[in-house]
């Protein structure tokens, strides 16, 4: 049998709102997807927030250097 646990967690991000432009939201998606284990990320400008899915233990140190490779905090 194969197990697959999977975690989701949220961050908030400063300055994304509504008006982010779509190329900054896809910056913040294209970074965070190269972090080994990150599977998945929705970024919800509405509400300020990124999403990751991940399927193995990610260092939050690597989450917050993908965020400032895009040009965010």
Sequence with gaps: MITVAY??????????SPETC???LAAIKSELIQVPGIVGV???????????????PVR???VHAAVEAAGWT
């Design 7 to 16: 975690s989701l967690v949220a961050y908030r991000i400063t300055g994304l």
């Design 60 to 62: 939050e140190e690597q």
């Design 42 to 56: 929705e970024v919800d400008p509405a509400e300020g927030r990124v999403g990751i899915l991940t399927d193995g």
């Design 22 to 24: 779509d190329h900054c």
